[in-house]
């Protein structure tokens, strides 16, 4: 069984940071090797690149990652209890 607290946070956090490394390698790489169209599709409201769309885009890969833990934990918690146990008794 998951902690719903314990996988949200260690997902938002992980979205947190790769936004921070993808922000990074977009401002030393050229223009062709970097994200900025990726992150400006899936981030919404986020514009390449001032602080505020990069404050903008920090909360908003945090917040998706909690929203993955939130979705994902519930769902494998209730497929361990009905398919995980049973399939251990075996």
């Given at each position: 069984m998951l902690?719903?607290?314990?996988?949200?946070?260690?997902?938002?956090?992980?979205?947190?940071?790769?936004?921070?490394?993808?922000?990074?390698?977009g401002l030393v790489m050229?223009?062709?090797?970097?994200?900025?169209?990726?992150?400006?599709?899936?981030?919404?409201?986020?514009?390449?690149?001032?602080?505020?769309?990069?404050?903008?885009?920090?909360?908003?890969?945090?917040?998706?990652?909690?929203?993955?833990?939130?979705?994902?934990?519930?769902?494998?918690?209730?497929?361990?209890?009905?398919?995980?146990?049973?399939?251990?008794?075996?």
């Amino acid at each position: 069984m998951l902690n719903i607290k314990v996988v949200s946070l260690s997902l938002a956090i992980t979205a947190a940071v790769s936004f921070v490394v993808c922000v990074g390698w977009g401002l030393v790489m050229p223009e062709s090797l970097h994200m900025h169209g990726f992150l400006e599709l899936f981030l919404p409201g986020f514009q390449w690149l001032s602080v505020g769309a990069f404050v903008l885009g920090l909360i908003e890969s945090f917040l998706f990652g909690i929203y993955g833990g939130l979705v994902f934990v519930p769902i494998y918690n209730t497929l361990h209890r009905r398919l995980g146990i049973a399939s251990a008794e075996k």
